[in-house]
């Protein structure tokens, strides 16, 4: 078979089949060698101890107390080699691992070891899929209709091969077959997909060069990728070749989550899966794991994205990620499940396990909201509200939030005071901002609902005395001018106020409408 045409001969190939077999050969030496080196040095003790019992000491309890401080030593330095043994086959093992043999440990996600003779059939079967042409009908049958159209079959038995046996064997050799069938095709978008998953997946394959130089030169020759052939070929030439598979497999999917053709971008989600099941304790599996739950929900698939969240919380409760997936799906409970107590309970699991973090100061804002708008729980709203406000950096929603507490103290609670000491505390946490502002006016208010028209007063003037430049502080005077005189009918205090509306904003309508008001009451005087 020719080279150009990604086959490599079974007796002369170097490719990942016979790799496994000679790492099988390594891991047989190493255990034995562990082996044989462990029995020689314990023999080596025994016979040790052995030398104790054959010399004639005359006094037993100096024999007695010579054996049990020998078996003592002895025990400490067969648990010592024990040790020190393990931990050499623990380095080996990792060594072996790094060699990609993924023959141990299969509860880490690794999958067993292929047959080798089933692979080679399967393979030889491939090269046949590759090469064979669609038939055309002969006589009579040939006059209802053209012949069989054999490449999605094609297409179907060579992804099965991958699906078998991913990533060992030769299947750098079956996605090259793969990509030649696209190409031949004229199936530009999955020729663009095939291409790029091979340059990202088989650096060290032999074909690897052919693949680049000359399967990738439709890039430039074919009118289909003609405005992004630059990008192509530009992506093609900077792909790092990453030394292991699961990190080449990642980068690879992380190409396709923000791939600028929407055709090759709609095939995300799917290898995203595969990754997990091919390595689902990758320490990249969360981080695409927490990627497939974002796409789910922004494509406003909620329920799907909801369980893909559920899924990283199962398999990776101690990653960075599990408070994400812990917010999200609280978000999700809440906004489109209308699930409020099992969002409250989500957003509470994740203040239980992430308490500085960032998205549990919102978790306690969302419990606020829900235990306000829909469970009518005022205690635990104004308890939350007041948390966030107290761990929150930003000052808006800090103000946001203290004034919403101050509104059901006031008028879910009846508590009045409380509300006008939390209207108090926004000016003192942000003092000379339209928060503080509003929030001195708000106080008032209150007061003057109330009918404490003297402590309304306060509030106002207060405002305009701290605040003279302020944008509220014409309003603080023209509210005390109506309360002296509409509410407590002080002729006296009525004009001073508006004197000081008259000399501090001057050329306004406020001052014409003061002068009118001024002009009435020196008349009734």
Not at 59 to 68: G, K, L, T, W, Y
């Amino acid at each position: 078979f020719q080279a150009e045409d990604g086959i490599r001969d079974v007796e002369r190939s170097r490719g990942l089949g016979d790799v496994y077999k000679r790492q099988v050969a390594l891991r047989q030496f190493i255990i034995d060698s562990l082996q044989i080196s462990f029995e020689d040095k314990l023999q080596e003790i025994i016979d040790s101890v052995r030398t104790f019992y054959e010399n004639k000491i005359e006094d037993e309890s100096a024999v007695r107390d010579v054996v049990i401080d020998s078996l003592t030593k002895a025990f400490q330095e067969i648990d010592s080699i024990n040790v020190m043994y393990s931990e050499q086959v623990k380095t080996l093992i990792d060594s072996v691992m790094n060699l990609n043999t993924r023959l141990l440990f299969p509860s880490r996600g690794i999958v067993p070891a292929y047959d080798i003779n089933l692979e080679d059939k399967y393979f030889s079967y491939c090269k046949m899929l590759k090469m064979e042409e669609s038939k055309q009908k002969k006589g009579i049958l040939k006059l209802r209709g053209g012949g069989e159209n054999i490449y999605p079959f094609q297409i179907e038995e060579l992804k099965r091969y991958l699906e078998t046996f991913f990533p060992e064997a030769r299947c750098d050799s079956v996605q090259d077959f793969l990509t030649q069938l696209y190409i031949r095709k004229g199936d530009w978008s999955k020729a663009e997909f095939s291409l790029l998953k091979f340059i990202h997946l088989y650096p060290n394959s032999p074909l690897y060069e052919e693949v680049k130089s000359i399967r990738s030169g439709v890039f430039q020759t074919e009118k289909s990728y003609r405005k992004d052939s630059d990008y192509l070929m530009s992506l093609i030439g900077t792909i790092p070749a990453y030394p292991n598979m699961d990190i080449r497999y990642f980068k690879f999917v992380e190409l396709l989550k923000g791939f600028p053709n929407p055709e090759i971008k709609r095939r995300f989600i799917e290898e995203a899966k595969k990754f997990l099941q091919v390595y689902p304790f990758s320490p990249k599996s969360p981080l695409v794991n927490l990627w497939i739950g974002e796409t789910l929900l922004k494509n406003e698939q909620d329920q799907r994205a909801f369980m893909y969240y559920k899924r990283l919380m199962t398999f990776y409760p101690e990653s960075d990620e599990m408070r994400i997936a812990l917010y999200r799906n609280g978000l999700i409970q809440e906004e489109k499940f209308e699930e409020y107590r099992n969002a409250i309970d989500s957003f509470n699991s994740l203040i239980e396990k992430f308490p500085d973090d960032t998205l549990a100061i919102s978790a306690h804002y969302h419990i606020a909201k829900i235990a306000d708008t829909y469970l009518k729980n005022w205690e635990k709203a104004v308890k939350e509200y007041q948390i966030f406000a107290n761990s929150c950096s930003e000052s808006e929603k800090s103000i946001s939030a203290l004034m919403r507490k101050a509104a059901i103290l006031a008028s879910e609670m009846n508590l009045i005071e409380d509300a006008v000491a939390t209207y108090k505390s926004i000016d003192e946490r942000y003092p000379d901002t339209p928060g503080a502002y509003k929030s001195i006016i708000l106080s008032g208010d209150l007061y003057e609902n109330h009918k404490r028209y003297e402590a309304a007063i306060a509030q106002y003037m207060s405002l305009f005395e701290k605040y003279p430049e302020s944008d509220k502080s014409l309003d603080a005077l023209e509210k005390v001018a109506a309360i002296y005189r509409g509410k407590i009918k002080d002729v006296d205090k009525t004009i001073e106020t508006l004197n000081l509306i008259i000399a501090n904003f001057p050329n306004t309508k406020s001052e014409a409408k003061a002068l009118k008001q001024l002009k009435k009451l020196e008349k009734s005087k």
